[in-house]
């Protein structure tokens, strides 16, 4: 009797599987044969393809945008997530497996990849900026990290969204929000305009928005840099000091001012701030480990 029903919930889960797998999608810009999906699948530098993914998107143009806006607000609907639930129960692995992969679909997997399409439209997705900006206040984080990923890679446009949600203290994202404008003025090569912002960031109360600052600027100006840094190597925040640790270990020799802070953090009280403070120590000045 277990093993008929069984037999019988596997039947229904199957049929509901298949269901969504060949239920008909939903029309996408095309070049050359290949559908935008497709082309975003090449959207990797070390694949062959990256070039020409690169120039068809780029063709497509603004035509790509409805598709990129509906990929990066994909969510689960919960017919999905009660049939991936009712998968997840199945008592054979290697069904069970087989039917979960199907049953998650692609919509998350798109939702990663849409964002090549931005990054290649680049300031051509201006036009996509007030819906993404309309996205910042969804009540789902995935679709608010979408959206400021998208807005950032799209460059100068998609930039005054984003300084009015970090400028809020309450925001929920403030820190991926800090590291997007970073790179966004990093890939502009507006030294001008990152500098003084990663400098203000540094400042900040929040330490995801120090550590995401940190992490996205390049090693450079260490006349201002390394000082704003060894400063925050003092924060009670852990992450903070690894992180921004490690950012001086980059800077090498122009660091050395750094080198009492870093001898002083051998000994903090945790294992990942000790470990980072004795690489950044082998990077600036390897002679003071020696004997140690």
Request: charged share 25%; glycine share 4%; with cysteine.
């Amino acid at each position: 009797m277990r093993k008929k029903k069984t037999l019988i919930i596997l039947a229904a889960v199957l049929v509901a599987v298949v269901v969504v797998v060949i239920w008909p999608e939903e029309r996408e810009p095309e070049y050359q044969g290949k559908k935008l999906s497709e082309w975003l699948e090449f959207y990797f530098p070390d694949k062959l393809g990256y070039q020409e993914a690169i120039a068809a998107i780029q063709h497509m143009g603004t035509n790509a945008l409805p598709y990129l806006l509906r990929a990066i607000t994909y969510q689960r609907s919960p017919s999905r997530k009660g049939m991936i639930t009712a998968v997840q129960k199945m008592p054979i692995a290697m069904v069970r497996h087989r039917l979960e992969a199907l049953a998650k679909g692609t919509g998350e997997h798109r939702a990663f990849t849409a964002q090549f399409g931005f990054r290649a439209l680049g300031p051509v997705a201006r036009p996509a900026v007030p819906e993404l900006t309309h996205l910042l206040d969804h009540t789902n984080r995935t679709i608010r990290i979408n959206a400021i990923q998208a807005l950032g890679v799209i460059g100068r446009e998609g930039l005054p969204p984003l300084m009015t949600v970090l400028a809020n203290k309450h925001y929920p994202s403030r820190g991926t929000a800090a590291f997007w404008i970073t790179r966004s003025y990093v890939e502009a090569k507006d030294s001008t305009s990152s500098i003084p912002f990663v400098l203000e960031c540094l400042r900040d109360d929040a330490p995801e928005v120090v550590v995401a600052a940190t992490l996205a600027i390049p090693k450079i100006e260490a006349d201002l840099m390394v000082p704003a840094l060894l400063v925050q190597t003092a924060n009670t925040n852990r992450n903070v000091r690894e992180v921004t640790i490690e950012a001086l270990g980059e800077y090498r020799t122009n660091a050395r001012s750094a080198l009492p802070a870093l001898l002083s953090l051998c000994n903090d009280p945790d294992a990942r701030v000790r470990r980072a403070a004795t690489n950044s120590l082998r990077k600036i000045a390897p002679e003071m480990l020696e004997g140690k």
